[in-house]
């Protein structure tokens, strides 16, 4: 075979697995009701997409990396805290209550509803990166 041959098989076959339905530890986008499940089976560690409005905004963690730091109630209402690492990625800002946020990033549990972090790149590029989106812009 042809190297191009082979390099275009290979393509293929990477792009046919990345949109397969069974990538572990991914939440596809229909993300409300898959953060829900990741609560209530006590699941971390997931990647999740999804979108909610901001109910409070907290102080920024200034212990380690800088997190800038707000509670989204998700369209199920439930409630999950954002942790935004603003030493790797751009602040939100005129973030307030009431705005609606899109978010990516991993879902570690906790009683409270949990929480969402990696909302940013990773410099390494050994994790997956995030994002939260707000007012038509990315940061990550």
Sequence with gaps: MRPSIIIIVALVLVSLLVSCDSVPDLVRPDAGSSISMAFEQRTS????????????????????????????????????????????????????????????????????GGLIHWTHHDPARRHVGGWVKHNGRTYH
């Design 45 to 112: 560690d997931v990647q999740v997409e999804g979108e909610g409005v901001v109910t409070r905004i907290l102080l920024d963690d200034e212990k380690g990396s800088r997190h800038q730091r707000f509670i989204v109630r998700l369209p199920e209402g439930q409630t999950v805290l954002i942790q935004h690492n603003i030493d790797l990625a751009p602040r939100v800002p005129d973030l307030k209550v009431g705005d609606t946020v899109n978010f990516f990033g991993e879902y570690i549990w906790n009683e409270e």
